[in-house]
């Protein structure tokens, strides 16, 4: 039988009369539902009655209507309010632009704005490089969408998708100092949505296109790395990719295996998919066989070198299967070969859950919840912008993910996503690669790999 995840969480505040077991009752009628608890914070402790916030873990909104039927009929048991914690972390949105100085003298405000700002206008229209000293630009990106292909839930439309923008640009924020700027674009249009992004391009030091549906984004993407003089990423190409290619080397460690002589297959080649078979062909000289629902997305598998194929085929021959297609339990448990490692990204349903690939026989078995694209594009962009490269090239990309890999405990398949100590790897392997490959237009010495100035999170 299927082990079916939660969808979303739920915190109840309850009231609780002080007499003994009655915690025990509550987490008994919680469990009788069938419902997992989570989190567990007493928010008042009385004399008479304790009141606690309990997170619950649930299947759907008729399982929450259960949940509180049952709840509801203990007596020592008072629910005070059921809360959405997620809608309370993104209530008036998760960022916003603030003043690096405090404005509160005219002294300063003559300095940060006029008269002073002209001097520094002037400057830098004698001299443009100098806009990467003297603003934000040089650690600016810009995070666009079109809304097309956001997260798992497809064609939303990019303000549905600006929860999403956000994150990323919190992330960029919090673990690495850079500024990440949403913009959401209101056409689908190709040709416009190239042009809109040449007219933005210089006020960022960078672009990262973010939920683009394929095969427009490798359009896109190619136009904009032609014609812009800053780097642009991909992050559900190249962001996925680096970090599946880590993840695939730690799971060979973890296996015995060796990726280099292994048969990988792929399953739906959109932009991850896609992308995650160039990075393996660099890396390892073997094309990957791939397959996918549309002959147009098989055919541009093979102009990059892969090798066209078919799900049978490729459960029958591959020892490594990485799953992108989009569809909920495309791998059968029969389908699974012994030995086999099986990486199902697709979310937020996996063609195979992780516990029934294992018990199918797999040796190794993740989801895309544990392959997480912010182990790179965090990182990758800082190291990029300190190296003030004018591209990413895939020597960047391919030293962010050994950096992921060295940077992996024994036996782990993926480092912790907010370990500060990761991004600075990446930051610094991506740099040194910028500066190697010579797509770099600053020299890095020695004292920029001990003295960098990559913001660390608060709570470091």
């Known amino acids: ?20 077991g009655t915690l025990g009752k509550l987490a008994t009628a919680i469990g009788r539902v069938g419902v997992d608890i989570g989190n567990l914070k007493t928010v ?22 259960h949940l509180i039927e049952e709840v509801s009929k203990l007596p020592e048991v008072t629910v005070l309010e059921v809360r959405d914690d997620v809608l309370d972390l993104h209530k008036d949105g998760k960022i916003k632009m603030v003043s690096i100085n405090s404005i509160n003298s005219i002294d300063i405000l003559r300095k940060v704005y006029t008269p002073g700002v002209a001097e520094v206008c002037k400057l ?40 999403v923008m956000e994150g990323k640009a919190a992330l960029l924020q919090e673990l690495v100092g850079v500024s990440g700027v949403p913009i959401l674009l209101n056409t689908t249009d190709t040709d416009k949505i190239v042009e809109t992004i040449q007219y933005i391009a210089p006020t960022f030091g960078g672009i990262q ?16 790395e032609k014609d812009l003089d800053i780097p642009v990423m991909h992050d559900d190409q190249q962001g996925t990719a680096v970090v599946t290619l880590a993840a695939l080397l730690n799971a060979c460690k973890i296996c015995n295996m060796s990726l280099e002589e292994a048969k990988v297959g792929l399953i739906g080649l959109g932009a991850a998919g896609l992308s995650i078979g160039k990075f393996v062909l660099k890396y390892t000289g073997k094309p990957a066989l791939g397959t996918a ?29 990485i799953g992108t297609s989009g569809v909920e339990g495309l791998i059968k448990p029969n389908m699974v070969r012994k030995g086999q490692v099986i990486f199902a990204l697709t979310n937020p349903y996996p063609e195979i859950a992780p516990e029934i690939a294992t018990k199918a026989g797999a040796a190794l078995a993740v989801d895309g919840r544990t392959v997480n694209n912010l182990l790179g594009f965090p990182g990758i962009w800082r190291g ?21 890999v060295d940077a992996t405990h024994e036996g782990e398949l993926v480092p912790n996503p907010l370990d500060p100590k990761v991004h600075l790897a990446v930051t610094h392997a991506v740099a040194r690669a910028a500066v190697e490959s010579g797509v770099s237009q600053r020299p890095l010495d020695n004292d920029y790999f001990e003295n960098t100035n990559v913001k660390m999170p608060p709570w470091m």
């Open 44 to 65: 008042h402790l009385g004399h008479y009655y304790t009141i606690r916030d309990i997170e619950v873990l649930l299947k759907s909104q008729e399982e929450l209507a």
């Open 293 to 321: 629902r549309t002959d147009a997305s098989v055919k541009r598998h093979a102009e990059h070198g892969g090798t066209p194929s078919g799900l049978d085929e490729i459960m029958r021959k591959a020892d490594i299967v």
């Open 1 to 20: 039988m299927e082990n079916v995840k939660y969808q979303f969480t739920r915190t109840l505040r309850c009231k609780n009369l002080n007499v003994p």
């Open 124 to 163: 830098i229209s004698e001299r443009p490089g100098l806009r990467y000293t003297y603003t934000n630009i040089s650690y600016s990106v810009a995070i666009v969408t079109d809304g097309t292909a956001i997260l798992g839930l497809g064609n939303i439309g990019p303000v549905a998708g600006m929860p």
């Open 209 to 224: 296109l973010e939920d683009i549906a394929s095969p427009r984004c490798f359009t896109i993407q190619d136009a904009l």
């Open 384 to 404: 990029t912008l300190d190296a003030m490269a004018n591209e990413i090239n895939y020597e960047m990309y391919e030293a962010a993910a050994l950096a992921i």
